[in-house]
């Protein structure tokens, strides 16, 4: 800075610093409100829940997880039955641990398998309406 030499240049030196002062003053209560805000539980917990729902990775990990537990579920429940036998509900468990694993673990081989057989299924019944 230079040296003041006037009572005037002074005056005015003191006058830009407390207008710089003042700016600043309010750009860092700006700044202050954007991070209380972003702060507050909801608002949190909204950019958290953007960010997952943009991902599409994340989101092909919850689909892989949720269709292998559900198709573990079913497996027991298509196992076990009504069946009372404690060996048979063992080994209903066992079997849904095994499947839930298999399906969460190869989500894109299961989807081209019911693929392919959702097009053997669709073209047999193609043929079979055909030959009426």
């Known amino acids: ?29 700006a700044q202050f409100y954007i991070v209380y805000d972003s702060l507050k539980p909801v608002n949190f917990l909204k950019s958290t829940l953007h960010d997952i729902s943009s991902s599409p990775l994340l989101v092909d990990n919850i689909m892989s997880t949720t269709m292998g537990i559900a198709s573990g579920f079913l497996t027991n429940r298509i196992f076990v039955g009504a069946s009372g036998s404690l060996i048979r509900k063992l080994l209903g468990s066992v079997l849904q641990f095994g499947v839930t694993n298999v399906v969460a673990q190869h989500p894109e081989s ?22 009426l």
């Open 1 to 29: 800075m230079q040296n003041i030499s006037s009572t005037a240049s002074l005056k005015n030196a003191i006058q830009l610093l407390e207008v710089d002062h003042n700016v600043k003053g309010q750009l860092l209560k």
């Open 110 to 131: 299961i989807k081209s398998l019911g693929e392919l057989i959702m097009q053997f299924i669709l073209r047999k019944k193609g043929v079979n309406s055909a030959k």
